[in-house]
């Protein structure tokens, strides 16, 4: 036996909760998915990391995991047979039950009773997490095994890092039997709708929706998304799918269709105007006496943090914002030349003093600190003046100088209608410079930068971290760059 097209297991049935058209696509036609971007690839490598760091809760467990994806018949009879022998700890361990495949991160055995324990990166248990543990305890109760309890094993958002990694301490064990057993009657009435789903003829019709995104972004939206144009009602940022959907049933597809009405938000008018006007709008005085309080000489701000799931540094938490680059443009006068300044922490050791001390250097002489949405950059600043007190003077003194340039586009003083409904840095970049900066850097954006430096620190060859790390400088420096030559523009 393998795992046949038609064999479920526990991520194909929560893929068919999110949509019945992803897990006929995905059982049928798999060659039609999305490739994996960079960002989820990491997501999936944490969750693999923390899954194999959980292992040390029970050591010297027996691994069942299949040799690939299309063969767990193997381990599902490993697992039988080191059950029927009561062993203590299994990893992996596999069950089928009428067609449907859950593997367990780890099942335990203590004074003749079973106990399961699922393994999640998250900080907080989500209803996904209830009902994936559903289907496991389904499965493996219908398969004749009897558990005395189920644990989501999870990462413990007070866990605080000191010398050394503290296992026990890191993760978090919750009992949710009760809540699963609840879900059993909607586990089985999934695992039905999934059958007969797979049974159709071909995919069944489904409209592209919030679904399209949450609870995970679904791979299949390259396929589904394709003719949605940008003009699109789909893409009106401030309403919901529900009036979006309303929209479409009226026929009207695209933003210069709509009739501008009371109801609207003026977020929306102004967006709406703009497109079928296809002109800018502007505030004009709310903007000038905005832009008149900036004046050179002046800092171009920027900063870049990852969050390891797994703390590196002592004092620090999981998943806490931990600063490893900023890029610098600095501007004495409207006719100076733009001079450019960045720091990148080197990998493996705590660098956060050395950017912090690299920062107050470069930011010693005054100027206003311009930043496009201040918020990482001032709760990173806020946290590094707590961490480190012997600068706190000094960075609450920088903190007082930064000004957030995203005020004049988020409270609509100029909206272009390049920018398509979006109010990122790129988006007002590419609207006003009339070309994409971004397009030169090999990364792209903010999740992908943090994705990125964290990998690295599981990467070994020097030259490629070297490589990698110019081409996180380039990305942020790109950012500083952008927001210097809006600045300009609207100046101007
Ligand atoms: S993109 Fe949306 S509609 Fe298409 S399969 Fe995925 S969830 Fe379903």
Request: aromatic share 14%; glycine share 4%; net charge negative.
């Amino acid at each position: 036996m393998s795992k046949s097209k038609n064999t479920l297991s526990k991520s194909t049935l929560i893929r068919s909760i999110q949509c019945a058209k992803s897990l006929y696509l995905y059982k049928k036609n798999y060659d039609l998915r999305d490739k994996t971007n960079y960002t989820q690839q990491q997501v999936f490598d944490r969750g693999h990391r923390i899954g194999k760091l959980a292992q040390q809760l029970f050591p010297d467990g027996r691994d069942c995991s299949p040799p690939n994806p299309y063969s767990y018949d193997p381990s599902v009879t490993a697992t039988r047979l080191l059950m029927e022998r009561k062993f203590p700890v299994i990893y992996e361990a596999c069950f089928k039950y009428n067609g449907i495949l859950v593997a367990l991160d780890m099942l335990t055995f203590k004074d003749g009773k079973w106990y399961a324990h699922e393994v999640k990166s998250a900080m907080r248990i989500s209803n996904t997490y209830l009902q994936d543990a559903a289907i496991q305890y389904y499965v493996i109760t219908k398969s004749g095994i009897e558990l005395e309890d189920f644990f989501i094993v999870n990462v413990n958002a007070d866990y605080i890092f000191d010398e050394q990694l503290n296992v026990q301490q890191f993760f978090k064990s919750t009992s949710v039997l009760g809540e699963i057993k609840e879900r059993i009657p909607f586990v089985e009435t999934t695992i039905e709708k999934a059958i007969a789903t797979l049974d159709l003829p071909s995919a069944p019709e489904m409209p592209i929706g919030v679904h399209c995104t949450k609870p995970y972004p679904c791979d299949f939206q390259g396929l589904c998304w394709k003719n949605i144009e940008k003009d699109s009602v789909w893409y009106l940022p401030g309403i919901s799918m529900q009036e979006k959907n309303m929209l479409l049933e009226k026929g009207i597809e695209k933003i210069d269709q709509i009739i501008i009405t009371e109801d609207l938000n003026v977020r929306q008018k102004v967006i709406i105007q703009a497109y079928q006007q296809n002109e800018i709008y502007t505030q004009t005085e709310k903007l000038d006496e905005f832009l008149e309080d900036i004046r050179y000489p002046l800092y171009f701000f920027d900063v870049e943090a990852f969050q390891p799931a797994i703390p590196l540094f002592k004092n620090t938490k999981p998943y806490e914002r931990i600063p490893f680059l900023y890029s610098l443009h600095y501007k004495e006068s409207a006719d100076s030349e733009l001079i450019h300044v960045d720091y990148i922490s080197e990998i493996g050791a705590d660098a956060r003093e050395l950017f912090i001390q690299h920062f107050l250097k470069s930011t010693e002489k005054a100027g206003k600190i311009v930043v496009f949405n201040t918020l990482m950059e001032k709760s990173v600043l806020f946290k590094l003046a707590n961490d480190f007190p012997n600068h706190k003077n000094e960075i609450f003194e920088r903190i007082k100088r930064i000004i957030d340039f995203e005020i004049p586009f988020k409270e609509l003083f100029y909206y272009h209608p390049k920018q398509q409904g979006s109010f990122s840095l790129k988006a007002i970049g590419n609207a006003i410079l009339n070309e994409d900066e971004f397009a030169k850097s090999t990364v792209k954006a903010g999740e992908e930068a943090m994705a990125l430096y964290n990998e690295l620190f599981y990467f070994e060859d020097k030259n490629e971290i070297a490589t990698k790390l110019q081409q996180l400088k380039k990305y942020c420096q790109t950012d500083t760059f952008v927001l210097s030559k809006i600045f300009e523009k609207l100046k101007q």
